[in-house]
Every structure is written in structure tokens, then in C-alpha cells.
């Protein structure tokens, strides 16, 4: 059974820097794609970045963000810098069994249970 475990959440400021990590249990990320969506209240869950055939980040975040794996530790990392508050959301860790990627949820796999980041203005 593969489960995915989300860390590093937390309230910070605006401006502050924060780095999520995702470890995997029950399968290894080699070969996979990985990723972090998230969602905040009232919204539909969407990309934040993605990392497997190719590397693509959403708009909102290109340039303050970046995907790194660690395939030796079976974990992902999400680096968050500049955070604003309209980051604002559960920050959740998904996988898939190939190395394709897509922008949008129905198509990945595995999914972590969320960690909570705030950003305070």
C-alpha cells in the first residue's frame, strides 16, 4: 500500500520562506512523477508544481517556488520563498506510476493527506 506523508506546514509571515516535505512508503518515486497541489477554502484543488518528463510550475508561484526529489529517500520537496498570503491552503503531495505529468488532479495516483501552510500578511 503506498501512503505519502506531507510536512514541513505552518503560519509565517509574508515574505517568509517555508519547505514542505513528502515522504513515500509502500513505493519508491523513481520512475514517477511527483507533485504538490493545493487548496484553499472555497476552491477546487489546483497545480503548484509538478516534476517527472518535464518540470512546469503554475503561474502563481513561478520563480518563489521549487520541486526537488531526493529518489534515495523516497521524498519530494516543495522550497516556497517569498510567500504571500494568497498562498494560502492545504499543500497536498501526489505521485503517479509513470513518469508523465499532468496539470490537473484526476490523473495522479497517490495523494498525501495535506499539511496546512498560512501566511499572514
Known amino acids: 500500500q503506498v501512503q505519502l506523508r506531507e510536512s514541513g506546514g505552518g503560519l509565517v509571515q509574508a515574505g517568509d520562506s517555508l519547505r514542505l516535505s513528502c515522504v513515500a512508503s509502500?513505493?519508491?518515486?523513481?520512475?514517477?512523477?511527483v507533485g504538490w497541489f493545493r487548496q484553499a477554502p472555497g476552491k477546487e484543488r489546483e497545480f503548484v508544481a509538478i516534476d517527472g518528463s518535464s518540470t512546469y510550475y503554475a503561474d502563481s508561484v513561478k520563480g518563489r517556488f521549487t520541486i526537488s526529489r531526493d529518489n534515495a529517500k523516497n521524498t519530494v520537496y516543495l522550497q516556497m520563498n517569498s510567500l504571500k498570503p494568497e498562498d494560502t491552503a492545504v499543500y497536498y503531495c501526489?505521485?503517479?506510476?509513470?513518469?508523465?505529468?499532468?496539470?490537473?488532479?484526476?490523473?495522479?495516483?497517490?495523494w498525501g493527506q495535506g499539511t496546512q501552510v498560512t501566511v499572514s500578511s
Open positions: 509502500g513505493r519508491t518515486f523513481s520512475g514517477s512523477a
Open positions: 501526489t505521485a503517479r506510476r509513470t513518469l508523465a505529468v499532468y496539470s490537473t488532479p484526476e490523473y495522479w495516483n497517490y
